[in-house]
């Protein structure tokens, strides 16, 4: 999600240029413990789902799709090899996006940018390396990710064409819950390190949750649930300890 990967590939080029001085993959085996970061690219969007709580909103409902275009994003990773093949570990993500604006109601909502952090459960599993020298290697994975809270902060209410003045409110989700399948390659630049590309796919299992109230129209509620998913690709370095 970063503008620029010119880093990880200036550190791949360097790093390629080393040879291999033992069995591919020898310090990626059982009871190594691997470091990595990484950055990419996401294709992101956000149903967003309301249902009026109070005043001239009770009882309506509505729902909307917003994209998600990214301004930014990196993930820390440390992962531990359970056996050759299998590893289990942490990632922390921050991610940035710049959202579309949503109408879920009459009124149409536009949030500024806002930043979401990913508390991640992580699991890989490696296949056997492949190619010339056998640098290559494939693996998938399955995560579970713990997002605290949805914080779109100041968004503006435009209730044109309707003669009801416009309007900022604050709007901060709860937390939520989402899965995410991975699959990608690493490629062995030296016996540590590896450069890895890579994509998945999540999904929330459990919405962001708000409570909204707005005062032009009386003071009238109401509910909000987000539910983001999507497409993310990535390219990152992953160091054997």
Known sequence: MLRSL?????????????TLEQEPYAEFGAGKTVVGASTGWAFYEAEAQAGGLSGVL????GSDTTDLPPNYGGALKLHHMVTDRLALGAIVELRSFNPDPIQPLDAKLTAG?????????????????????????????FDVSYIPE???GDVEVDYAPNPIPAEHVYVKGSSYWALGAV?????LLNDRTTLDLGA????SITPG?????????GGAEAKMELWPRGLIVFVGLTYSL
């Open 6 to 18: 010119r880093l990880p590939v200036l550190l791949a080029s360097l790093a390629s240029c080393a």
């Open 58 to 61: 009770q009882g309506r409902t």
């Open 113 to 141: 940018d806002f930043e979401t952090l990913h508390l991640i459960a992580s699991s890989r599993w490696f296949f056997d390396p492949f190619g010339a020298e056998r640098r290559w290697r494939s693996f998938v994975g």
């Open 150 to 152: 949805v914080k779109l």
């Open 183 to 187: 699959g990608g390659v690493q490629y």
């Open 200 to 203: 998945f796919y999540e999904y």
């Open 209 to 217: 949750e708000a409570t909204v109230a707005f005062q032009n129209l």
